[in-house]
C-alpha cells in the first residue's frame, strides 16, 4: 500500500505542516515515508506545497506526479493540483478560500470552511489541523491516536494551542468521517 | 670567550634563498628571537605565504603550514579553532594579503582571530618577477606598469595598517621599518609586543614591516634601502595605530 | 537501534556528522544547503565544537584546511557555485594529503543556474575539480538515512587515506525529510583517539630536543624530481582506494534481466519506481547504482549486463556525465542509452519507464 499526497496552499497557510504531521505519524506507524517540499527564493506569501509518500515498502521517487490525495487550502492550489488527481482519487479543499471548487466528476471531493472553522475556535493556525482532521477521517491513512501522540509534546509548550489544536483536528475528522 | 649573538632556536638550519640585501631574514630572525625569547616554540604553528617567503615553512623550526595565495589568514583561523591552546600566525607579502588576499585578512581582523600577521610590504611582486603590487608607489614601473603606476588608471596603493585601523575588533596594529639598525630595534620592539600579546590570547595583533627589493627595484642594498625611505615612508608612516594592551596598563 | 527520527537530508548529514566527531566547521551560506550550515550554528556549541561562518566559500574550504592540517576532523559545506569556489582548497588538500569532508548539495548550474536538484557536478567530483592530478572519494547518497550514514563514512575514508572526501548530494536530499536512524555519538574517549590519530604528521605541540618536530603542511615541491615522486605517490594512494573502496547497490539484477538501468543519488530512487512498475507489469529490469561515483564501480555494472541484457540506459539530472563511466564499463558488449534532465527539472517516474519501455520494445 502506497499513498501519495499533495498539500497545498499559500505559504504562511501551514501546507507543508500538514504533510509533516502526517508523515510523521505515518514513520511512528512504522511506515516508510518521505516528505519533499517546493522550495523557492520566496521565504513567505508565495505558494507552497509538499509532496508526501506513506507506503509499507521503501520510498522509491518521493516526487508526485500523481496524487492520490491532494489537500488545498486556496483556489490556486486546486487549480494547479486538482487535474493531477488520480482517478479515484480524493480531493480535500478549504471551501472559505477556494470559490471556484473543481470540475471533476471521477474523484472524491470533501470541503469544509476550515478558515471559519480555526476562526471559531480561536486561532487562525490551526487552520491545518482541520485539514489533517479531515484527511484522518475520511482516509485513516494515519490513526487518530498516534496523531495525538505526534503533538503530545505541544501539550507542555503552548497549553492553549494544544487545545485548539485537538479541537479542530476532531472538528475535521468528523467532517471526514461524515461527507 | 662570550657569545653575543646566536642563531634562535625558532630557526632551522637552513640557509635563507633571499636575494642578496633581500629583508625577508631580517624579518624571519626577528621573529624567531621574540619566539625563542617568550618561550613559545612548543606551542607555536605557522602559515607561509605564496610569494618569496614561500619557502618560510622551512626556515621556522616547528609545525608549519603552506596556504594557497592569500589565504594564510584561513588558514590560521582554522588552526587557532582546532588547536586552541597553541599560538599561530602568518607571514604574508603584499600581493598575497593586499591584492588576492584582501577578503581574508579583513575577516580574520574583523573576527579578532587570536593569531599574529607579520606582513611584508615592499611595493612590488618579487617572486613573479617585479611585477605591480596594491602597494607600489603612484607613478612607480614595475614591469606591469611599465610607464608608471598611473593612479587614474589604477587606484592609489593601499595602506593595509590605515584600513585594518578601522575595524573594532583588532587588538594591535603597528607599521614598522626595517631599513636601518635602528628601525630595526624599534621593529623587534613591536615583534615582541605582538607576539606576547598573542601569548596572551589578547586577541588580533598585525605587523607590517617596510621593506625593500634589491633586485626587482633594480637598485643594490644600500641605495634600495636609502630609496624605501625616501619614497615609501612619506606615503606609508611608521606608527603605532593600535594598542589595546597599552590603554588598559 | 535508536528511535527514528523525520528529518531534512541537510540537517541529517549535520548531525550525523558531529555524531562522527566532527569538531570543526567552516561554511558559507548558499540554498539549497542553508539548513545544514544553520543546523551546525545551532548544535556546534552545544557539542564544544568550532562553527565559523566564513566570509567566503574560498576561506570556508581553507579554515577546513588549516584545521585539518591540525589533524583534526573538519568540515565544509555548500552547494554547486559554492563548490566551484573551493575548488582551489580542495586541489591543495589533495597535494597536502589532507583528510577532509565536503558536502555539494547540488543544484542547477552552469553559473548561478538555479536552486532546484541537479547532478551537473559530476564531473567536478569525479575527476578532481581543481587543477593537478588528483581525485576526491565521492560518496553520492540516495536517501536521507544513506546522506547522514556517509559522514561517519566520509570521515573514517578521510582519515584512513589522507585525502579529502566529497559527498555528492544535491537539493532534493537536502531539502526532503525522511525517517532516519543515527549512529551514537562518540564518545569523549573515542574522540581521544581520532584527535590523536594523525600527530605523527600534523601541525600539534611540540616539544625540545631530541624530540622536536618539525611538520611540514604542504603541496609545494618546487624541484620536479622531487614534485615526480609525490605525485606518483599520490596516484598509488588512488590505485589503492580504487582496489579498496568501490561500492555499489545491486537492485533486481539477475541473468534473466533484459534492460540494466544505470542511476546514481536522487535519480536513482525515480528509477527505483519506474523500475518497479515495469517488473510489476511482467518485465524484467535490473538497477545498478553507484555508492562511490569516484572510484567508480566499473567492474558491478560490467558484470551486471546479464546475458539477455539488449540494452543499459543511463539517467541523470544532467547533460550526460556519469554515462561516459557506463560506457567505459560496458565497454561494448551492448548499446548505452541515455536520459537526462537539466535546470533543476526531475524526471518522473512515467518519463523513466517510457523510455525504459521504448529500449524493451526495441530489444525485441
Known amino acids: ?179 | ?249 | 537501534m535508536a528511535e527514528k527520527v523525520l528529518m531534512k537530508g541537510n540537517e541529517a548529514v549535520a548531525e550525523a556528522a558531529i555524531r562522527a566527531g566532527c569538531r570543526l566547521y567552516f561554511a558559507y551560506p548558499i540554498t539549497p544547503q542553508s539548513e545544514l550550515i544553520e543546523y551546525m550554528a545551532r548544535m556546534m556549541p552545544k557539542a564544544n565544537g568550532v562553527f565559523v561562518q566564513a566570509e567566503s566559500e574560498i576561506a570556508a574550504i581553507n579554515m577546513v584546511y588549516g584545521a585539518a592540517g591540525c589533524g583534526r576532523r573538519a568540515m565544509t559545506s555548500s552547494s554547486s557555485p559554492g563548490i566551484a569556489l573551493k575548488q582551489e582548497g580542495i586541489s591543495y588538500l589533495a597535494g597536502a594529503n589532507l583528510p577532509a569532508v565536503i558536502v555539494n548539495v547540488q543544484r542547477g548550474g552552469p553559473g548561478l543556474g538555479d536552486i532546484q536538484p541537479a547532478q551537473g557536478d559530476y564531473f567536478q567530483a569525479t575527476r578532481g575539480g581543481g587543477n593537478g592530478d588528483y581525485y576526491t572519494i565521492a560518496l553520492a547518497p540516495s536517501t536521507v538515512q544513506e546522506f547522514a550514514d556517509m559522514a561517519a563514512l566520509a570521515f573514517d575514508l578521510a582519515d584512513k587515506y589522507r585525502n579529502p572526501v566529497i559527498i555528492l548530494a544535491d537539493g532534493l536530499l537536502g531539502q526532503m525529510m525522511e525517517p532516519v536512524e543515527f549512529q551514537p555519538a562518540k564518545t569523549e574517549a573515542e574522540l581521544k583517539v581520532l584527535d590523536n590519530q594523525h600527530l605523527d604528521w600534523c601541525c600539534c605541540p611540540n616539544e625540545d630536543e631530541p624530540n622536536h618536530h618539525h611538520h611540514e603542511i604542504n603541496s609545494l615541491e618546487i624541484d620536479p624530481v622531487v614534485l615526480e615522486q609525490h605525485v606518483i605517490k599520490l596516484g598509488e594512494k588512488y590505485d589503492k582506494i580504487t582496489a579498496n573502496e568501490q561500492r555499489w547497490e545491486d537492485y533486481n539484477i539477475n541473468a534473466d534481466n533484459e534492460i540494466l538501468v544505470v542511476a546514481f543519488g536522487t535519480a536513482s530512487r525515480i528509477c527505483k519506481s519506474a523500475v518497479d512498475e515495469l517488473n510489476d507489469a511482467g518485465h524484467n529490469v535490473g538497477l545498478v547504482r553507484p555508492i562511490t561515483v569516484w572510484p567508480y564501480p566499473y567492474d558491478a555494472v560490467y558484470k551486471a549486463v546479464g546475458p539477455k541484457v539488449k540494452k543499459v540506459v543511463v539517467f541523470e539530472l544532467n547533460l550526460g556525465q556519469m554515462v561516459q563511466d557506463v560506457k567505459i564499463a560496458v565497454n561494448g558488449k551492448v548499446p548505452v542509452e541515455f536520459m537526462g534532465k537539466v535546470g533543476g527539472i526531475l524526471f518522473s517516474t512515467d518519463e523513466v519507464k517510457a523510455k525504459i519501455e521504448e529500449c524493451l520494445k526495441e530489444a525485441k
Open chain 1, 1 to 179: 500500500m502506497k499513498t501519495e499526497m499533495i498539500c497545498a496552499g499559500f505559504g504562511g497557510q501551514g501546507a507543508l505542516t500538514i504533510g509533516k504531521f502526517l508523515v510523521k505519524a505515518g514513520m511512528n506507524e512504522g511506515k516508510n515515508v518521505s516528505w519533499l517540499p517546493s522550495y523557492g527564493p520566496e521565504m513567505r506569501g508565495g505558494t507552497a506545497n509538499v509532496s508526501t509518500v506513506i507506503s509499507d515498502k521503501p520510498v522509491g521517487s518521493p516526487v508526485v506526479a500523481h496524487p492520490d490525495i491532494v489537500v488545498a487550502l486556496n483556489q490556486p492550489s486546486i487549480d494547479k493540483f486538482g487535474p493531477m488527481i488520480t482517478p479515484g482519487g480524493l480531493l480535500i479543499y478549504n471551501e472559505d478560500m477556494c470559490p471556484n471548487g473543481i470540475d471533476r466528476t471521477d474523484i472524491n471531493i470533501v470541503s469544509a470552511p476550515m478558515t471559519s472553522i480555526a476562526k471559531e475556535i480561536g486561532n487562525l493556525k490551526v487552520m491545518n489541523m482541520v485539514a489533517i482532521g479531515v484527511v484522518m477521517g475520511k482516509t485513516g491513512l494515519v490513526q487518530k491516536e498516534t496523531m495525538l501522540k505526534s503533538i503530545a509534546p505541544l501539550k507542555a509548550k503552548a497549553p492553549e494551542l494544544y487545545d485548539m489544536n485537538l479541537a479542530a483536528i476532531d472538528k475535521g475528522y468528523e467532517i471526514g468521517k461524515t461527507q
Open chain 2, 1 to 249: 670567550m662570550q657569545v653575543i649573538a646566536t642563531r634562535p632556536n625558532t630557526l632551522t638550519d637552513l640557509n635563507f634563498t633571499y636575494c642578496p640585501g633581500c629583508l625577508h631574514g631580517v624579518a624571519h630572525r626577528l621573529i624567531a628571537e621574540a619566539i625563542d625569547e617568550l618561550g613559545m616554540r612548543n606551542q607555536m604553528m605557522g602559515v607561509a605565504p605564496v610569494g618569496c617567503s614561500v619557502f618560510a615553512y622551512k626556515f621556522f623550526n616547528f609545525d608549519m603550514q603552506e596556504a594557497a595565495h592569500g589565504r594564510a589568514p584561513a588558514l590560521a583561523t582554522g588552526m587557532k579553532r582546532a588547536r586552541p591552546d597553541m599560538h599561530v600566525f602568518t607571514y604574508q607579502g603584499d600581493g598575497d594579503l593586499a591584492a588576492i588576499g584582501t577578503a581574508e585578512i579583513v575577516h580574520a581582523a574583523n573576527r579578532g582571530e587570536h593569531f599574529s600577521v607579520f606582513f611584508v610590504n615592499n611595493a612590488i611582486y618579487g617572486m613573479t618577477g617585479g611585477q605591480m603590487a596594491p602597494t607600489t608607489l603612484p607613478d612607480m614601473k614595475t614591469t606591469t606598469s611599465p610607464y608608471g603606476r598611473d593612479v587614474d588608471d589604477i587606484g592609489y596603493p593601499i595602506r593595509v595598517c590605515e584600513l585594518l585601523n578601522t575595524l573594532q575588533a583588532p587588538f594591535f596594529i603597528e607599521r614598522v621599518s626595517l631599513l636601518s639598525p635602528a628601525d630595526i630595534m624599534k621593529a623587534k620592539k613591536a615583534v615582541t609586543k605582538a607576539l606576547t600579546y598573542n601569548k596572551e590570547e589578547r586577541g588580533f595583533t598585525f605587523i607590517e614591516f617596510i621593506s625593500t627589493c634589491p633586485t626587482n627595484w633594480g637598485l643594490d642594498a644600500i641605495e634600495s634601502r636609502d630609496w624605501a625611505r625616501e619614497k615609501m615612508l612619506p606615503f606609508f608612516k611608521i606608527q603605532n595605530f593600535r594598542d589595546n594592551g597599552k590603554e588598559e596598563a
